[in-house]
């Protein structure tokens, strides 16, 4: 079994950024595609970005390209993502979802059905 647990330190202006954690106990971790997803009230779930170490690939959604990383850390099963110049659309529960697979898949990423082991979820707030 995997435990996924997401954290991350907010309140935070527009323009500012934040680092948020998503580490895992159990099996795989560090075999498996991670992904970071992000639901705002009222909107569906939303793929941000999806990282595998097995083929050193990382898909990032264009509303956040150039502004959203990841890394991993694979001594602590943990993979971060670091969010820089933040805006008020990106307020939002964002989720950490390990996958089935070991790589992301280009056109498949998104999906939420690819991901078996879900994080309960982090707030992040960017206020204007």
């Known amino acids: 079994q995997l435990h996924v647990v997401e954290s991350g330190v907010g309140p935070v202006q527009e323009g500012g950024s934040l680092r948020l954690s998503c580490t895992a106990s159990?099996?795989?971790?560090?075999?498996?595609?991670v992904g970071w997803f992000r639901q705002a009230p009222g909107k569906e779930r939303e793929g941000v970005l999806c990282?595998?170490?097995?083929?050193?690939?990382?898909y990032v959604a264009t509303s956040v390209k150039g502004r959203f990383t990841a890394s991993r850390d694979s001594t602590k099963m943990t993979l971060y993502l670091q969010m820089n110049n933040l805006e008020p659309e990106d307020t939002a529960e964002y989720f950490c979802?390990?996958?089935?697979?070991?790589?992301?898949?280009?056109?498949?990423?998104?999906?939420?059905?690819?991901?078996?082991?879900w994080g309960q979820g982090t707030q992040v707030a960017v206020s204007p």
């Open positions: 979802a390990v996958s089935h697979y070991s790589h992301c898949s280009q056109d498949q990423w998104t999906q939420v059905a690819k991901y078996k082991y």
């Open positions: 159990g099996l795989r971790f560090n075999y498996a595609a």
């Open positions: 990282n595998s170490d097995f083929d050193d690939t990382t």
